[in-house]
């Protein structure tokens, strides 16, 4: 055998070899390695996503919502400020929703409001509207004693009550003093105009000091001169001695705002 048979017969042994053997131990541990990381992964996501199902489970079985800012405002604990505001909210059930509180109300749906706000004094104060207004007409035994001008202790439940409705709405407010037909005459109260204009503005001080604006009152004294029953008896006289609460829509002006308040 010639030297380049021996040669020849060398390459085709090393070729018949191929690679080393620890070759194809590597390749498959590069394979396993790189199927367990992906596995890994994915099951990393899948924990992730569970994680998550798992928290809005939890989320969802205690309650939990989300935190977020608005403009809020605080209930008042006042009774007078919560009866007030129970009133509209029974008023506005049977309004629209995209209807505000004042604007487009009618003065229907105001005396709804008004009438549920003094429901609980029965007879000593009526609500009613005619076509200058809505009116609560008030006993005038329930605000002062007999041949005074100074409100009773009694009568802070009405007053609170209208300054309420002062500071809710921008209704103009005519307070209306009456009498009966009984003479009066003291060194204070020549007559009974002097008696029913002084508890008008008696009135009227009060829900000045409780913050309504002076420019949207009016305080009138009509002594016995608009009746509402005989005074003949005592029931009518009763009647007639009351005083009225008329509140007005405020005339708007050209240039805009409203007009104050005027006899």
């Known amino acids: 055998m010639g030297m380049d048979d021996l040669l020849n017969q060398g390459a085709q042994e090393e070729a018949e070899e191929g690679a080393p053997a620890w070759m194809a131990t590597f390749a498959d ?3 396993l390695l790189l199927t367990f990381f992906v596995l ?28 977020a800012w608005g403009d809020y405002m605080a209930r008042s604990q006042t009774p007078i400020e919560q009866m007030l505001e129970q009133a509209m909210q029974d008023q506005e ?13 009618s003065m ?10 003094f429901q609980d004094l029965g007879g000593a104060a ?18 002062f004693p007999s041949g005074s001008a100074e409100l009773r202790p009694e009568a802070a439940p009405v007053m609170d009550r209208i300054a309420a409705l002062m500071g809710k709405y921008t209704f103009d407010l005519y307070i209306l003093g009456h009498t009966d037909s009984v003479p009066i005459h003291t060194e204070r109260f020549p007559s009974n105009w002097e008696l029913s204009a002084a508890r008008a503005t008696a009135a009227l001080r009060y829900l000045v ?22 005074n003949d008896t005592p029931e009518g006289r009763a ?10 829509s405020p005339q708007s002006l050209p240039s805009g705002g409203y007009r104050p308040a005027g006899p």
Do not use: W
């Not at 099951?43 to 919502?65: H, I, P, Y």
């Open 239 to 248: 009647k007639n001695r009351r005083v009225e609460f008329l509140f007005k």
């Open 40 to 67: 890994l992964l994915s099951f990393a996501n899948m924990d992730a996503q569970k994680f998550r199902e798992m928290l809005g489970s939890v989320k969802d079985a205690f309650g939990v919502q989300k935190e």
């Open 209 to 230: 000091e409780k913050g309504a604006d002076p420019t949207r009152l009016v305080a009138v004294g009509f002594a016995d001169s608009r009746p509402v029953a005989p």
């Open 108 to 117: 229907q749906q105001f005396m709804s409001i008004v009438q549920a706000l």
């Open 29 to 31: 541990l590069s394979t």
């Open 126 to 143: 009526e609500v009613y509207m005619d076509e200058e207004g809505v009116t609560v007409r008030v006993e005038g035994k329930l605000l």
């Open 93 to 105: 059930k049977s309004q629209s929703q995209d209807q505000s509180q004042e604007q487009g109300m």
